[in-house]
DNA sequence: CAATAACCGAGACGGTACGTCTCGTCTTACG
DNA sequence: CGTAAGACGAGACGTACCGTCTCGGTTATTG
């Protein structure tokens, strides 16, 4: 039998099968570009770098992934997957003061920030990436960011003819603003300030 | 004397003199480099393609910057220069819904605005580039952002105590954001919905 | 001895059984490797182009032979069996002007002599399959050459005390020299004159 | 124009000038691709282990050579210049003797006889780069294995209607027959019988 | 007449070398 | 001394095969 194997399934090398790919091959894949990205920046980001220190071969990367950002955007979308919850307590200030400063910490102090920072520089030189990266995660994070509202507006909350797309883009552009344009520390002052503002707007209009 | 090459610049070679460098050949490569992002994409930007369409010798590029994004900055800022000039009626909601809508064609519709996007999305990549494009650019333009809100408090048409700062932030950061992250549309509707949003929180606080 | 695999199964596919080859496998890999030799050249026989156009598996390949070079030795000496017959009709001059003339023919028409010349080259390059294409061929065919003439040294048609493998290398030698070296055409006025200069050695030795 | 590069080509380091390729990335590829050769065998030679064991880039030899054959080729022809010379007693028999005694040497002895016998190993498997090699050396060396035959003739010492060309194959084929197909040791008593021959021969014909 | 064992096609894997591309440096010759 | 030209060392690119390994299926022999 193969009970060494079945016994230790992570440990065991993995040199192709029948139906599918290794999985071992595509996490150290992942996990190299993460690391590589956040120790030596997007330049140190080669392929070459990323088969060497991931102990895979090139072409094992270039089966599965057309580009090393398509590489980072998977690396970044397992890492992101939980870590942009979106908080319910009943009451949209405290949701939103939440919301942005857990936001905040996402993207200026994780290494998924990093990457998404890369990801989205990427998407600056790039309009084909930038679709790709939408239509990936973008979309998906604008709906999150809608969230909060929403529900606010659903519970009576908030008035009912809410431009909520525009009043999103007034809470977290200023956060994008400063991540990606001055690179200003975004501190709760700040978030604490747009959330303000956005309910000034709101209970007035 | 620079007589000849300003009087016909196209027909005389440049090989060299011994006065000083050859203002054709920046000129040449300025051009190139942003010809050369607006028609082949950032990618399309290689010091070997911007020597090879300004009729330079790559070291003559070498000698005088160090970098592409070097070259992109340099013709960006000489390009930008003129485009964002800071109106003055007198009355700071029509300065600023001007000021918006003319920030907002710079970005979008110019080619300047694409080279600027070009060089934010290096900044990204590349931490120390972000730091000369913030001290060569963007602490400048900053200031401009500033400057209609500013004026206006010293007339006395808004309260003195205003944080400016973040109140830029928050009339401008939405539209970088939308410049930069959504692809969305940025038409006067939502800039002036940006001022709106300002003058409202300004006259309360 | 292969006679069993030769003798035994059949036509049909064989997908696998207990104890045995499949002899459909075989040669299936030993037409393509031939067929691609002839078709592309030496640089289009490669394992995997032999496992695709041979329908098989290439770990059936490496089960079975271990470089492509053994694949075509083997190949080589199926097709080579029947080609080489040794002429007997009791005269040597017209026994050798045969003899020579046939293997002149093999060696610059059949398609094995297409074969053969590859491997001639490839033991150029690598010393130890030199020595296995010699203990698999060429010493026999060497026995071969020798043949004709020792048969008429035991007819008493030739001195016995003739140096028979000088001879036989100075009338097969010109041959494979024009074979591999000049590339000069090899038609039967010259290997008559071949089979002549030797007749003359040997009357007079 | 190069009488620079001709006048101290050895010493100084060549990184590149307008007009002309590096003398000393020339020499030290021809002699990397020769050593590897002798010491590692043909497999051992491939580009990379050229260019890292010459000191020089990939891009470099591509610039000036298409394969490693031709480079081999090159350096084969550079070292063979002056190893092949032809002698001239006066005396036919001497003379051929002489000859062929040293072009065994060459061939079986030299490094450069082991570099042509991986050149002629290439050309079984390349009609392309047979020609080459035909038109490169093997073209002029035939003139030189006649060149001993066509003096004596010219001096009245053989007859003027001899075949020399069939007579210089019965003379030489015989030796690369060993060299190439069978692997026998190539002594002075098989060459001395060789020229016996053909001396009986021409003074019968 | 099931269980087993050897062989089959398929194809993913870690690698090596390929030939191409661009980088940034260096040397030359000209003006 | 700045220029145009362009060869150079360096090294990443994406591709082609290498030889190894696992997988699931097929069949003949065995228990």
Redesign the pocket.
Known sequence: M?SD?VADPAARR?????????E???R?VLEAADDLLVEKGFAGV????IASSA??????I???WS??TDILLDAFLQDAAEDLAVPDHGEVGADLRDYLSSLTHFLTRSDAGAVLRALLGQAQHDPAFAAVLRARFLDEQHDRDRLVIERAVHRGQLPADLDVPAEVDQLVGPIYYRLLVTGDRIDEHFTDRLVAAFLQRAGRS
Chains 1, 2, 3, 4 share one sequence.
């Open positions: 193969r194997d993995h040199h192709g099968n029948r139906h599918g790919r290794s071992h091959a595509r150290a080669t392929i070459e770098a102990g895979v071969a090139k072409q094992t270039y089966r599965w580009t090393k």
